[in-house]
């Protein structure tokens, strides 16, 4: 590797240049040796001021698949190779109330397929699946790797958190972001995600990249742009990598909070696909399962009825039940979920109040109170409660009366109730004439 | 002061906002904490994307004015009210062969004006007065408050270092600057420089905006954008405030060198007002004392004459010489400076090789020769040699023959001179066709 002056690189990024890949591994080599050991060539205000400078002079695609392999290199790669079915990942770019990691795992594990899924905790008003899984007592989320190659070949799936010797880079690089205004760049987010991929082994990968207030990306034209850098970097590695764009402009599942979308999950692997969040479910399992078996990106009418066969008879639970069962948790939660969670003392049922057609439940407004009820953190070091959230009853599009109620809030206390009802109220938007529902999967990117 | 979040303020600037004073006071104070204590509210990444993205996105001069005063207030000032006559800072931007201050401090003083300059040192092709002041045996540049005073007082002018209690956070933020590519904001240097004068406390402060390659600024364009701002903080914070555009394409002195340049001082005191460096120097103490004393920003031809006595009486050599005595020096450098200055053991004449006329010989070029010679730092914390530098005996326009020496090396080993007398005939222009002389004082910024 060449040596450099981080100050070189820093002016070149400043002024409209772009780095190669060499130059950019010793930016964040060096960055990682300051985090790491205190003493590295790449200070933190240096990385700094590259990251903003990239920010708001752009990445190059090239510059994106670059950091990506950077990423990659700056730690361990996990070895799928030992695995017999064809692996598969799944990806979202975050939510509220996403909770398809939870099915559609054991559904493409009912399918053969073997799932090793790294997944992240909830911050802002998103959720996280390992927040989710440890709302089912006894669930442990801290695998070694060859626990997690274990669990996927006698199961079929996994579920577990991120090591932290895959990408420390990525880690050290986020951590960074995170606090200096430089997240919402499509290279840095591109590279980040798809490191992470990349690391995790698996040979066919799905992304879901939301699209909404709710999410990074709040229009479908540039979560599509975002979706086709992650799968170009996909596919340049040597993977099969396909993305939908899907909507996060109103929360996904019905149910939100750890526990609750713990909950809906059973629910619908028990009565079958209903719903947006079991179409967005399906339309990534039979994605992810077309790639994976050579037969393109977009599912064959076989491929989706076989899923639907092993969704409606029970197969997919059933891979559930033993993915629980196998890291620990009590696998009587897919058969009697709302025993086994844990329930919240305060249950509010909150009337709309006059009738109408709903025209907007914003995704990241409701996803703050579910936050604020105590399912989400402000700083990555907060503790979550399992039991709190809230159940949507309505959905864009849906005719109200003034006495049914649109949501029931689950609360630690009273005036949290009183204060996330009032919320709940002010967002909820209503029409007098009839709003037509919107799509769900909005754009295919391959 | 509000409470705010680093994120926050750092996001405004990135989306191309700009920041009250409140803002931007608690940004710097709690960068600075960091800086001091460790653990400030504002971490060094978060300092280094702010300054990035003002540095792309640019700083309204509403935001110069306020980072001015945020950076005055973080630290002690100086109070000349004690001092009898008018009070009259200068400061240079920097460049190659520039000792006004050895010139115009003394001119003033002998002029009843009462001069405390806190200076710098040199750092990379650009030479520093501090570093050249202590060229002379014994003298001291580290001096309290109260002993400037007591100099300002009893010989009228005084130059020293800054002191570590004026404008803290400028020196906490000009390291970052440096290290992280954001040193090249107007904004940023304007309120550098402008909260360092208003500190230092002069009545009347005259500012000498360097253009050319061997500046800051390469354009006198550019140069008049940095005089106005910073023109425009010193007037709204009451002071009479005055700059000149001077050219900065060639070395302004004949002599390039710590020593070498007190040498070309004394030398020019003694002998009288001629040349390029006395004509900056002149028209500097020239203007600050027409707005000292109230007399507008264009120096009357009396108001020259006066000065010009006072140079070729030597009563201006004789304030220097009190300096040098009252700063622990030997005064005795003003009579015999080549004997009480170090010399270099290597003195090397180095003639053209053929005739024409001098087209260029550009300044940083010449001050990175210099430098490397031994005068100049690459690091702050290197040291420099007192003896070594460059006599250069052409400037721009001058006829030259192939035998006459066009510089004089003096330096430590020949080796060094071999190399610089290479790299100064590589970069001296020679036309076969007459060409006049540039100006040096370019423009007048009130």
């Known amino acids: 590797m060449n040596a450099y002056r981080a100050a070189d690189l820093i002016g070149a990024k400043r002024d409209g240049g772009s780095l190669d890949e060499d130059a950019l591994a010793w930016l964040v080599q060096g960055y990682l040796e300051t985090v790491e050991r205190g003493d590295g060539p790449v200070s933190e205000g240096q990385m700094a001021a590259f990251l903003m400078a990239g920010m708001l002079n752009g990445f190059t695609e090239d510059e994106a698949l670059a950091l990506t392999r950077v990423l990659v290199e700056s730690g361990d790669l996990l070895d799928l190779s030992g695995l017999s079915g064809?692996?598969?990942?799944?990806h979202s770019t975050g939510g509220v109330g996403d909770g398809t990691t939870l099915i559609v795992a054991p559904?493409?594990?009912a399918c053969d397929a073997q799932v090793v899924k790294l997944s992240g905790r909830g911050l802002g008003h998103t959720g996280g699946t390992l927040d989710k899984l440890e709302a089912i007592p006894g669930m442990r989320v801290g695998?070694?790797?060859?626990?997690?190659?274990?669990?996927a070949r006698e199961v079929g799936c996994v579920v577990a958190a991120q090591t932290q010797r895959l990408v420390p880079a990525d880690a050290a690089l986020y951590a960074l972001r995170d606090v200096t205004g430089t997240v919402a760049s499509t290279a840095l987010i591109a590279s980040s995600v798809m490191s992470k991929k990349l690391a995790a082994g698996a040979g066919t990968i799905v992304l879901d990249v939301k699209a909404g207030d709710g999410a990074f990306m709040p229009t479908a034209a540039e979560a599509e742009i975002l979706a086709g850098v992650c799968v170009r970097i996909g596919v340049a590695a040597g993977r099969n990598c396909v993305a939908l764009v899907t909507a996060m402009d109103q929360p996904l599942g019905r149910r939100l909070g750890n526990g609750l979308e713990?909950?809906?999950?059973v629910q619908l692997l028990s009565t079958g696909p209903t719903g947006r969040l079991a179409e967005v479910a399906l339309e990534l399992a039979a994605?992810?399962?077309?790639?994976?078996?050579?037969?393109?990106?977009?599912?064959?009418e076989a491929l989706r009825a076989e899923l639907t066969a092993q969704w409606s008879s029970g197969a997919a639970l059933e891979r559930l039940r033993a993915m629980v069962s196998a890291q620990g948790g009590d696998p009587a939660v897919c058969d009697r979920p709302e025993e086994v969670l844990p329930h919240a003392p305060v249950r509010r049922a909150v009337a709309v109040g006059r009738t109408g057609h709903v025209a907007a439940l914003p995704a990241r407004a409701v996803g703050e109170v579910v936050a604020a009820l105590g399912a989400g953190r402000a700083r990555k070091q907060d503790p979550v409660d399992p039991a709190v959230g809230v159940d949507v009853h309505v959905a864009i599009g849906d005719a109200v009366n003034a006495t049914s109620p649109f949501v029931t809030i689950?609360?630690?206390?009273?005036?949290?109730?009183?204060?996330?009802?009032?919320?709940?109220?002010?967002?909820?938007?209503l029409s007098d004439e009839p709003v037509p529902a919107p799509p769900t999967v909005l754009h295919r990117v391959t």
Chains 1, 2 share one sequence.
């Open 86 to 90: 064809p692996t598969i990942d799944k």
């Open 107 to 109: 559904l493409l594990a």
């Open 143 to 151: 695998l070694e790797p060859d626990e997690l190659l274990r669990i």
């Open 262 to 265: 713990v909950a809906e999950a």
């Open 287 to 300: 994605t992810a399962l077309s790639v994976a078996r050579g037969e393109g990106a977009v599912p064959s």
């Open 410 to 429: 689950h609360a630690r206390r009273d005036e949290d109730a009183d204060r996330a009802a009032r919320r709940l109220a002010d967002v909820l938007t």
